[in-house]
């Protein structure tokens, strides 16, 4: 008959499964002995238990064999509840490294998707010329915004050729440009081209030539402007007034962005 006891499955019944193994090995000593009655079958069984019981003496410790005060101290001495003591922490330290990694890289992510939002927006550049073929536009009876729909660059998509307004991304400092050109339609007529570069509505520049000299004649206006994120600007033609293109675009309206004033 088999009399060794089957191993434990828990860590708590080690102490009993390691008692038993005494009781099994002493009486395995004591058949011998009375089979062969002899001095060294007593020096057998004496060293067994000798072994055994130093062994048994020993406090076992989850940690591994001598785990130190660490240990004792989450174990608090009891040995049956020390290994899933010791499993609950490892796990709560995992979860612990897992969350704070991840929120690092949440942090990460935003500062990188800002990042890249800051450079495409810092990438603001656009230049249309009035139109794609040849026409005059105006005269008419109230100031009214220029479309210039024939659309060079767009960086950013700041302009919108359907309503010819330029909307600041953000703020900063913005050059622009606005070159308009007229035909008064037969030598010796008057020549009289007038358009106001304005912002949100108000005047800020304009663009101006008077002359009975010239047939043909062109006018440029250029300006920096410290803008703030969301500031419309357009060109208005004054009521009264003509201008005229073709496809050599003498009309554009061009803007970019020269640097940021956003704060750090």
Same mark, same amino acid.
């Given at each position: 008959?088999? *009399?060794?006891?089957?191993? #434990?499955? /828990?860590?708590? %019944?080690? &102490?009993? =499964? ?115 073929? *040849?026409?005059?536009?105006? #005269?008419? /009876?109230?100031? %009214?915004? &220029?479309? =210039? ?116």
């Amino acid at each position: 008959m088999n *009399t060794t006891p089957t191993p #434990p499955h /828990r860590g708590g %019944a080690l &102490l009993d =499964y390691i008692a038993s193994l005494q009781d099994v090995t002493l009486h395995c000593c004591l058949c011998r002995i009375s089979r062969n009655s002899t001095m060294k079958g007593i020096l057998i069984l004496s060293l067994l238990c000798s072994m055994v019981g130093s062994f048994l003496a020993q406090d076992y410790e989850w940690g591994g064999y001598e785990a130190g005060e660490a240990s004792k101290d989450t174990c608090v001495m009891d040995s049956a509840s020390c290994g899933c003591c010791l499993m609950q922490q490892r796990m709560q330290r995992l979860e612990w490294l897992f969350n704070h990694t991840m929120d690092q890289l949440s942090k990460d992510l935003d500062q990188a998707s800002k990042r890249l939002n800051d450079l495409r927006v810092s990438r603001t550049a656009f230049s249309a010329a009035l139109s794609t073929r *040849t026409e005059c536009v105006g #005269p008419f /009876r109230d100031n %009214a915004t &220029l479309l =210039y729909k024939k659309v060079f660059v767009n960086q950013g998509g700041a302009y919108s050729e359907q309503t010819g307004v330029f909307t600041a991304p953000r703020s900063g400092v913005y050059s622009f440009s606005v070159t308009v050109f007229s035909d008064a339609g037969a030598p010796g007529a008057r020549l009289n081209i007038f358009a106001l570069l304005q912002r949100n509505g108000q005047d800020l520049a304009g663009v101006h030539d008077d002359n009975f000299d010239d047939q043909e004649d062109s006018a440029t206006q250029s300006l920096a402007l410290q803008l703030l994120a969301g500031d419309q600007l357009s060109v208005r033609l004054v009521s009264g007034r003509v201008v005229c293109d073709d496809v050599s675009h003498y009309n554009t309206f061009s803007g970019f962005l020269v640097f940021t004033t956003d704060p750090l």
